[in-house]
């Protein structure tokens, strides 16, 4: 049955009607695989020699990080990792059993990018520890409960994928963490710390997350056939219908009217409700470049590169899929008397406003300095009058083409 279910997923790979047209965003996603593959690849090789260099004990100090490595992991999975709910609808009309459909759907989600990217962080360390003189079979086991608790993140996902606010949640979560452990006022690590150690040192500790993998196993082998029906658990949730005027833009004419449609779509559909989680992320991002703990990223154009990513965000991450975002009723507008330069202004508008608010937020990079936080402005400065016009001209240029 294996067998089969893996023919039918490769037929429906070849045999998809998106699978020409999005060749191009397949390749893509290729390149960004590769490259967070080789970040990964280079980050196990070299931590260890790093963190001696910094006189710091290598596997100590990996230990005592874990915690928010594997925080920030389930935060990535909520907001990107998809549950293969719609490749099981199709296979509940034919006479297959639900427990071999769902022990496929959750071994397909076992091979998925986001578990076996980390393979490429902990392996080549893992052997470096083995190189430089390490317990063997301490490595194994702690190699090997690290991946369990990979693999716990990942069912953990499929549990609370339908729960939309647990990203904000978590997000907090660490936030409020990494604040408090940098002002010195709480240091969560001093818990986790002592728990990641003996994975290492204790030689039984690795039934702990394998026991918990095991049991998430189970619970979410156990909600999937529990709901396991069109009219059940894989229905399309139906929500009471709610109406937001938001008359105060109607002063704008044709531009307000576009306005509107892309704050309802921003607050009501989760796919562009990501936009808002990405903004925040890269408002964080330029914490790897300001701080100066990085030594390759502590110079002026490392910080410009960075300032235009930290004000543009909003700009990069809901710009992309212009016009992608209104395909339902795209064809339906261009046939309306609507110019489709007012269009685009609507968008370049929403894109301006976006980065002038996240230019605002990042207004706590001034901790780093005047000379920090007015790169953000010039960076926020270039994406308004440059970027936002590339970022509209290429998305024009590719629907066109196609």
Sequence with gaps: MIKKFLYLEWKNFLRSASFASNMALKILMAFIAIYFTLVFLALGIGTFYILQKMNLNPIATVNKFLIYYFLLDLIIRLLLQKIPVMNIRPLLVFPIKRASIVHFSLGKTALSFFNFVHAFFFLPFSIVLLYEGYDILSVILWHTALFALVYCNNFAN????????????????????????????????????????????????????????????????????????????LATKSEIAK????????????????????????????????????????????????????????????????????????????????????????????????????????????????????????????????????????????????????????????????
């Design 158 to 233: 499929i549990l609370l994928s339908n729960k939309d606010r647990l990203f904000t949640v978590f997000i907090g979560i660490v936030a409020v963490f990494g604040v408090a452990q940098y002002y010195n006022y709480f240091d969560i690590t001093r818990y986790s710390s002592p728990f990641f150690s003996g994975l290492f040192h204790t030689k039984w500790l690795f039934i702990v997350p394998l026991t918990a993998l095991l049991l998430l196993y189970y619970f979410t082998f156990t909600f999937f056939k529990k709901n396991l029906y069109l009219d059940a658990g």
């Design 243 to 402: 109406t937001e005027n938001l008359t105060w833009l109607n002063q704008f004419g044709t531009l307000g009217t576009f306005l509107k449609n892309d704050i309802k779509l921003i607050k009501r559909n989760k796919r562009s409700k990501t936009t808002i989680g990405l903004t925040i992320m890269f408002l964080f991002y330029g914490l790897l470049f300001f701080t100066n703990g990085i030594e390759a990223y502590n110079n002026p154009t490392m910080h410009i590169f960075a300032g235009i990513f930290v004000s543009g965000g909003f700009l990069i991450t809901f710009g992309q899929f212009v016009p992608s975002w209104d395909s339902a009723y795209y064809p339906l507008m261009m046939t309306q008397n609507i110019p489709y330069k007012g269009y685009l202004n609507s968008k370049w508008w929403l894109m301006v406003i976006g980065t002038f608010i996240t230019t605002i937020l990042a207004s706590f990079y001034l901790y780093f300095g005047w000379q920090i936080y007015l790169t953000i402005v010039v960076g926020a400065i270039y994406n308004i009058g440059i970027n936002s016009h590339l970022v509209l001209l290429g998305r024009s240029l590719y629907e066109n083409s196609n």
